[in-house]
C-alpha cells in the first residue's frame, strides 16, 4: 500500500464514521438529531458559534433575594430576580448550583428586559431547563421559561409544567403548537427538557434526550417586546404559574436557518 492509498483509505474510514454517527442520531430522533445532552453547558468560546443566546448557570455564590442579578452567560444582557418575599436558595444543581423556587409561601421569578438576541423571528430555535421537582410541588400550572404571554403581540415561546407533565407553546404569526408529554416529571430527579422549533417539523419536546411530543406544522414569527421570564409568567400573588422545584441551566439557542 502506497502513503497516498494509505490516505485515501483514513479518508474513507473517516467518512463512514461520520455516516453511520449521523445515521443513528436521525434514527433517534425520527429523522431529526436530538439536542446534545452538553449543549447548554457550552463554554461561553463556542456560544457564537453555535447560536447559543442566552445561558444561565447559578453556579456563582451569595444570597439570591429580590434585586439580585444573574448576568447571561452566552451574550449580552441579564436577569433580575423578583421576589415579594424572602430569598431563593441556590442548592445542588445540575451541574454545580440550582436555584430552589419559591421562598416559602411566597412568589418570585427571573426577569430579563426584552433583548432582539432572545427574539427567534422565523429561525429554527430551541430552548431548555434542567428541573427537580417532588410529587407534591407539583401544581396544576407551573411555568419554568417563557418569553411572552398567552396573548402576546408578536406570540410567544414559553416551556411548562402543568399537573407534572412538561409541554411547549410556541405560538407565531401563522399558527399556535401546544406539545406535550404524557409522562410526568415530577418524581423527584433531575430532567432536561428542551423544546425545539424549525420550520420543516414544527415544534418537538424532547425529555431527558427523547423525542416525547411533536407536531409538525407552521408557526412562523415570534418576535416580542415581552421579558425573558424563568419560574412565573409574572410576579405573584395571583394566578402567576408560579413554578415549585429546582431549576438549573436555562437556555436559548437561536439557529441561523428556518
Ligand atoms: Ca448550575
Same mark, same amino acid.
Given at each position: 500500500?502506497?502513503?497516498?492509498?494509505?490516505?485515501?483509505?483514513?479518508?474513507?474510514?473517516?467518512?463512514?464514521?461520520?455516516?453511520?454517527?449521523?445515521?443513528?442520531?436521525?434514527?433517534?430522533?425520527?429523522?431529526?438529531?436530538?439536542?446534545?445532552?452538553?449543549?447548554?453547558?457550552?463554554?461561553?468560546?463556542?456560544?457564537?458559534?453555535? +447560536?447559543?443566546?442566552?445561558?444561565?448557570?447559578?453556579? @456563582? /455564590?451569595?444570597?439570591? $433575594?429580590? %434585586?439580585?442579578?444573574? &448576568?447571561? *452567560?452566552?451574550?449580552?444582557?441579564?436577569?433580575?430576580?423578583?421576589?415579594?418575599?424572602?430569598?431563593?436558595?441556590?442548592?445542588?444543581?445540575?451541574?454545580?448550583?440550582?436555584?430552589?423556587?419559591?421562598?416559602?409561601?411566597?412568589?418570585?421569578?427571573?426577569? +430579563?428586559?426584552?433583548?432582539?438576541?432572545?427574539?427567534? @423571528? /422565523?429561525?429554527?430555535? $430551541?430552548? %431548555?431547563?434542567?428541573? &427537580?421537582? *417532588?410529587?407534591?410541588?407539583?401544581t396544576a400550572h407551573m411555568n419554568?421559561?417563557?418569553?411572552?404571554?398567552?396573548?402576546?403581540?408578536?406570540?410567544?415561546?414559553?416551556?411548562q409544567?402543568d399537573?407534572?407533565?412538561?409541554?411547549?407553546?410556541?405560538?407565531?404569526?401563522?399558527?399556535?403548537?401546544?406539545?406535550?408529554?404524557?409522562?410526568?416529571?415530577?418524581?423527584?430527579?433531575?430532567?432536561?427538557?428542551?423544546?425545539?422549533?424549525?420550520?420543516?417539523?414544527?415544534?418537538?419536546?424532547?425529555?431527558?434526550?427523547?423525542?416525547?411530543?411533536?407536531?409538525?406544522?407552521?408557526?412562523?414569527?415570534?418576535?416580542?417586546?415581552?421579558?425573558?421570564?424563568?419560574?412565573?409568567?409574572?410576579?405573584?400573588?395571583?394566578s402567576?404559574d408560579?413554578?415549585?422545584?429546582?431549576?438549573?441551566?436555562?437556555?436559548?439557542?437561536?439557529?441561523?436557518?428556518?
Amino acid at each position: 500500500m502506497t502513503p497516498m492509498d494509505s490516505t485515501r483509505n483514513a479518508r474513507r474510514a473517516r467518512r463512514a464514521a461520520v455516516a453511520v454517527v449521523s445515521a443513528a442520531a436521525l434514527v433517534l430522533a425520527g429523522g431529526f438529531a436530538v439536542p446534545s445532552a452538553g449543549e447548554d453547558a457550552a463554554p461561553r468560546a463556542a456560544a457564537a458559534r453555535t +447560536g447559543v443566546v442566552f445561558r444561565l448557570t447559578f453556579d @456563582g /455564590r451569595g444570597a439570591v $433575594r429580590d %434585586g439580585t442579578t444573574f &448576568k447571561n *452567560a452566552a451574550g449580552k444582557g441579564k436577569v433580575r430576580v423578583r421576589l415579594d418575599s424572602g430569598r431563593f436558595k441556590r442548592v445542588r444543581g445540575k451541574p454545580g448550583k440550582a436555584l430552589r423556587y419559591p421562598v416559602a409561601g411566597g412568589y418570585g421569578l427571573l426577569e +430579563g428586559p426584552d433583548r432582539k438576541a432572545w427574539d427567534p @423571528g /422565523r429561525r429554527d430555535f $430551541r430552548f %431548555g431547563v434542567r428541573v &427537580k421537582i *417532588a410529587k407534591s410541588q407539583a401544581t396544576a400550572h407551573m411555568n419554568a421559561f417563557q418569553k411572552g404571554y398567552h396573548r402576546q403581540a408578536g406570540g410567544q415561546w414559553k416551556l411548562q409544567i402543568d399537573q407534572g407533565l412538561p409541554s411547549c407553546v410556541v405560538r407565531g404569526d401563522i399558527d399556535r403548537i401546544l406539545v406535550r408529554s404524557a409522562e410526568p416529571v415530577t418524581d423527584g430527579r433531575w430532567h432536561r427538557l428542551v423544546c425545539w422549533r424549525t420550520s420543516e417539523h414544527g415544534v418537538r419536546l424532547f425529555v431527558d434526550g427523547a423525542l416525547v411530543a411533536d407536531k409538525d406544522a407552521p408557526t412562523g414569527k415570534v418576535a416580542n417586546a415581552a421579558p425573558i421570564r424563568i419560574g412565573a409568567k409574572k410576579l405573584g400573588p395571583g394566578s402567576v404559574d408560579q413554578f415549585h422545584g429546582r431549576v438549573d441551566g436555562p437556555y436559548l439557542f437561536v439557529s441561523s436557518v428556518g
